[in-house]
């Protein structure tokens, strides 16, 4: 077994002594666990520590693994200098991972290095580790803004890669839990930051990793949580393994959750691989046995052929004379488990029909969409498709004449020109719609600009 053992940790910089001064007595519960979790690593004596922190690189579309053959920090962004750590990195484990992710064309790697210094919810860790053992090599991967997925199979690769090559390999997921736990915190009282607390901590005193890949964004955002990716990439290091699952501690006397964990891997267990049976799920709850509607096949017809071929699809026969016949701008939709994955458009036709403009506005969306990197194979059976048809543009005089619901509205300054779909999630007022299209134009708030209003048909 590769993955011997993974474990949760905090990383509050005033349980270092020198940092704390004294203060991290008032976590005593989480400092005697962390001590506990460095013992049973050194006893484990790996030859690799993978660490996940959330602290480290992060770009939105990318997870980024740090390069080259040493990295050392210190606390010197929490004024003291003198408490210092340095670190060998395992060099060929990150060229195993790296040529296996781009193998598959899963976006992680080493390029867009920022800062090669050890962030502190590295150093904390292995900080309390370098207490107890130091005949290690480590690897530091950093979290992303994709979903929890994606997340979950980056954790999947490394245990691939330490299985490959043979490493007796420790993951530690470095991450604290809510920051909203008091209202005299650092940063205020939410009610859902216990409830998160209370809900993160169970899974992990169940071994429960599941639970980990279904938070709702929304609940996690309110909550201010921040190690829940970091946790997802430890799950999936331990896809299909029988694991031990223990809740060592947890303490949020100041404002923030601390929860240390430990999982000790006891064999394998293929009802554990949760990450392809939430794709599964998702997937019987896309497909509901309803018609299915010609403009949105059209359009996975587009995604799916341009993805795995590089060649726009041909219009296939039998589609209603509507499609052939009737030009209008339209724009294609990607959605991949909720979450926006490519949106294009056109507001006037540029083509001789709607078929032809959604082929190729499904194109944009999976490959050119600046927001996102280009769709991989392994994300098509994921995605959602929608199709919106445009009307008529008219000018209106004033905002009154707008609808969210009923009307897309576009907006226009100079050469500059914004457009925003009507009914969207989370637009619930014509200022707001107006406000975001502006900001998609680059047009300031407060500049005047013309309006015009349209409707749609969507298809989804």
């Not at 598959?104 to 370098?130: C, K, M, Q, S, Y």
């Amino acid at each position: 077994m590769a993955i011997e053992a993974a474990f949760i940790v905090p990383h509050p910089p005033l349980i270092i002594p020198s940092v704390g001064k004294g203060q991290e007595r008032g976590i005593s519960k989480t400092v005697a666990a962390y001590r506990k979790v460095a013992r049973r690593i050194a006893d484990i004596a790996p030859d690799t520590i993978v660490v996940s922190s959330p602290h480290a690189t992060l770009y939105r579309d990318y997870f980024h693994v740090s390069p080259g053959a040493h990295a050392k920090g210190d606390m010197g962004r929490f004024y003291v200098w003198n408490e210092r750590l340095e670190v060998d990195y395992d060099e060929e484990f990150v060229a195993a991972l790296c040529a296996a992710t781009a193998g598959d064309g899963f976006p992680a790697g080493t390029g867009g290095e920022r800062e090669p210094e050890l962030d502190h919810a590295t150093f904390i860790p292995l900080w309390f580790v370098n207490q107890a053992y130091a005949g290690y090599r480590a690897v530091r991967v950093g979290l992303s803004g994709l979903d929890a997925l994606d997340h979950y199979q980056l954790g999947v690769y490394i245990a691939d890669v330490a299985e490959r090559l043979g490493r007796r390999t420790v993951y530690i997921a470095s991450g604290d839990l809510s920051h909203v736990l008091k209202a005299d915190g650092p940063y205020g009282f939410e009610p859902e930051g216990p409830r998160f607390d209370e809900q993160v901590t169970q899974a992990m005193a169940d071994g429960d990793f599941e639970r980990f890949l279904t938070f709702d964004e929304d609940f996690c955002d309110a909550a201010a949580e921040c190690g829940l990716r970091s946790f997802q990439i430890m799950a999936g290091a331990l896809d299909g393994r029988a694991v031990t699952h223990e809740l060592l501690s947890y303490e949020g006397p100041f404002g923030v959750g601390y929860a240390v964990a430990a999982f000790e891997v006891t064999g394998e267990d293929p009802d554990r691989r949760f990450g392809q049976r939430l794709r599964a799920r998702m997937r019987e709850e896309h497909d509901d046995g309803q018609p299915t509607d010609p403009y949105v096949d059209l359009a996975r017809l587009s995604v799916e052929t341009y993805v795995t071929t590089g060649r726009p699809a041909k219009i296939p026969e039998g589609l209603p004379d509507e499609m052939l016949r009737q030009r209008a701008g339209a724009f294609v939709s990607l959605k991949e488990h909720g979450r926006l994955r490519g949106c294009i458009g056109t507001i006037a036709p540029t083509t001789s029909c709607v078929a032809d403009e959604i082929v190729n506005n499904g194109i944009a969306a999976c490959s050119r969409d600046p927001r996102f990197s280009p769709v991989r194979p392994d994300e098509l059976p994921d995605l959602v498709y929608s199709v919106d048809v445009l009307g008529d543009v008219e000018p209106v005089d004033s905002p009154d004449e707008l609808d969210v619901r009923r009307y897309g509205v576009i907006v226009e300054n100079g050469g500059r020109r914004g457009l925003l779909l009507p009914n969207l999630e989370g637009v619930f007022d014509v200022d707001q719609q107006i406000a975001i299209a502006k900001q998609k134009a680059g047009i300031d708030v407060s500049e005047p600009c013309r309006l015009s209003h349209f409707e749609v048909v969507r298809h989804t």
